[in-house]
């Protein structure tokens, strides 16, 4: 009983919304994160989840991944929710089941035959401080322990990034010139207090309205800007460093996504690292993004919008900022399925309402995120800005191998 009202519940939302689905806000705790206070969740709701959870520093956008945070882990943490109202109430039901239920109605049946699933999720990253220097296992080491690689990448939205936090600084790779030896050295003082392995990378300034894109194996100790994070659907890492801004690291997370029976093993762990993409001594060049124009600057602008390539690294996901001007009515056509959060104004999408909270409390439903299917997207989603100040601000977050993007 509970699948069929579920089947026609996901249809009847699709349905209602043309073609796009209304999202409820995701929030997810990390107990071992500073909150940066930057994703808009009200100031007395960042610890709402109890001291042990932690603070709330991440929300996760058009997710069908479930966070992995420990034996506390909520259920559904990390899991979007479909808002439908049927004139009556408001229902909600997971994103996961929905493209479940409707496949390639939903996302298309390209994604749908080759993954069976939406394959990647996007997030906002709030922490104040730093994080530890740490790597994502490629599919190849993660399949050790049954899961998949990960790689993912980073965008620094200017509107939540008034406030830089403490460390606005990402270290990356591996200074060139470091042998293996000195970095497996650094894994074995691991609990030893600090195993200085920040001492053998380089760190880059960042920069609101850039981004860089970080392929699995890479180490990288990300900076506390509030990041907007398109990735593969993984929850896979190890950190490698035991100190950050005067926190102890637990050793378990070193041996993280480490099979049992290989725990202990420091050159499993130097193995995991791309030695050849780590010490590139073009690592900015090769990773760094600046927003790329979709096409041409002047015909985008008389057509009343502004479209650039923010993530364009990497094949298994990517990402658009769509920025629509003051009184101005537009049509946008996608090739694939997209998740959307809106960063800046208000109008009209489609047959929804969008706007951007200045403010939110947890479990209180928004109408800034949203998912559109392939066909809508193929279509086109009309946008009328309703502002004659303020230009609305999306960010789209897409799927693997987006037929519009040229790697």
Same mark, same amino acid.
């Given at each position: 009983m509970e699948t069929m009202e579920k089947v026609s519940l996901a249809g009847k939302a699709l349905e209602q919304g043309k073609g796009i689905l209304r999202l409820a806000p995701t929030w997810v705790p990390r107990?071992?994160?500073?909150?940066?206070?930057?994703?808009?969740?009200?100031?007395?709701?960042?610890?709402?989840?109890?001291?042990?959870?932690?603070?709330?520093?991440?929300?996760?956008?058009?997710?069908?991944?479930?966070?992995?945070?420990?034996?506390?882990?909520?259920?559904?943490?990390?899991?979007?929710?479909?808002?439908?109202?049927?004139?009556?109430?408001?229902?909600?039901?997971?994103?996961?089941?929905?493209?479940?239920?409707?496949?390639?109605?939903?996302?298309?049946?390209?994604?749908?035959?080759?993954?069976?699933?939406?394959?990647?999720?996007?997030?906002?990253?709030?922490?104040?401080?730093?994080?530890?220097?740490?790597?994502?296992?490629?599919?190849?080491?993660?399949?050790?322990?049954?899961?998949? &690689?990960?790689?993912?990448?980073?965008?620094?939205?200017?509107?939540? $990034?008034?406030?830089? !936090? %403490?460390?606005?600084? =990402?270290? *990356?790779?591996?200074?060139? &010139?470091?042998?293996?030896?000195?970095?497996?050295?650094?894994?074995? $003082?691991?609990?030893? !207090? %600090?195993?200085?392995? =920040?001492? *053998?990378?380089?760190?880059?300034?960042?920069?609101?309205?850039?981004?860089?894109?970080?392929?699995p194996g890479i180490l990288h100790a990300p900076g506390s800007l509030c990041t907007y994070e398109p990735q593969k659907a993984s929850d896979i890492f190890a950190m490698y460093q035991s100190l950050v801004n005067e926190a102890i690291i637990p050793e378990e997370l070193l041996w993280n996504g480490t099979p049992e029976d290989r725990k202990g093993d420091y050159d499993l762990l130097v193995e995991v690292i791309d030695w050849e993409a780590n010490v590139d001594p073009h690592f900015m060049q090769n990773h760094f993004m600046r927003p790329k124009p979709v096409k041409a600057l002047e015909e985008m602008q008389a057509e009343g919008y502004i479209e650039n390539w923010i993530c364009y690294k990497n094949e298994a996901y990517s990402a658009k900022e769509l920025t629509v001007l003051p009184g101005q009515t537009v049509t946008i056509k996608d090739g694939g399925a997209y998740g959307l959060i809106m960063m800046q104004g208000h109008g009209k999408m489609g047959v929804w309402d969008i706007e951007t909270p200045a403010l939110i409390r947890y479990g209180q439903l928004t109408n800034d995120e949203f998912f559109v299917s392939e066909k809508a997207a193929m279509e086109g989603v009309t946008i009328v800005n309703y502002s004659t100040t303020d230009p609305i601000v999306m960010l789209k977050h897409f799927g693997p191998n987006n037929p519009d993007l040229v790697l």
């Open positions: 107990s071992f994160c500073v909150p940066g206070r930057r994703i808009k969740l009200h100031p007395d709701d960042y610890y709402v989840l109890g001291g042990e959870r932690g603070g709330i520093d991440e929300r996760w956008l058009s997710s069908t991944t479930p966070a992995k945070n420990g034996p506390l882990t909520g259920e559904n943490e990390g899991l979007s929710a479909v808002v439908f109202n049927d004139g009556n109430s408001e229902q909600q039901f997971l994103l996961k089941d929905a493209i479940d239920e409707l496949k390639g109605e939903i996302i298309g049946d390209r994604l749908w035959n080759e993954y069976g699933a939406w394959p990647m999720y996007s997030k906002f990253f709030d922490n104040m401080g730093p994080l530890p220097h740490h790597i994502h296992h490629s599919d190849e080491y993660a399949a050790m322990v049954g899961q998949l &690689g990960k790689p993912e990448a980073y965008y620094f939205p200017p509107q939540l $990034n008034n406030h830089g !936090g %403490d460390f606005p600084y =990402t270290f *990356f790779g591996i200074a060139p &010139g470091t042998t293996k030896e000195q970095i497996k050295e650094c894994l074995q $003082n691991f609990t030893k !207090g %600090d195993n200085k392995i =920040t001492n *053998f990378s380089s760190a880059y300034r960042l920069e609101p309205g850039t981004g860089w894109d970080v392929p």
